[in-house]
């Protein structure tokens, strides 16, 4: 698979760029869900700035993706947690 050269529009400004051709549907599908984030905020917030909105939106992102990390943390935590109490119960029945 080769590169392809797509130009994405965020905050109506257009963007350049060359990404791989299996990334191109995600990376068009995150311009989408950005634009969709900005009109949120300047309807929401009756922003007009557009570095405001892309700040609100750069801030909701961070905020969402350490959420997802302690989420999966604590998800890992817990199938650490059952793999020992397996171990520790395999152990037992082999003594």
């Known amino acids: 698979m080769g590169e392809l050269s797509i130009k994405i529009r965020i ?8 990404v791989k051709e299996e990334e191109e549907e995600r990376i068009r599908v ?8 900005i009109r ?8 007009q ?3 405001d909105l892309l700040a609100m939106v750069a801030f909701e992102t961070m905020v969402e993706k ?9 998800h890992v935590a817990a199938v650490d947690q059952h793999l020992n109490n ?3 119960l395999l152990s037992s029945a082999t003594k």
């Open 86 to 88: 397996l171990d520790d």
């Open 11 to 18: 905050a109506e400004r257009e963007y350049p760029m060359r």
């Open 49 to 51: 700035d557009k570095q």
């Open 30 to 37: 995150v311009g989408k869900i950005l634009n969709e984030r």
């Open 40 to 47: 949120f905020f300047k309807d929401q917030f009756n922003l």
């Open 66 to 74: 350490l959420k997802q990390e302690e989420e999966k943390e604590s």
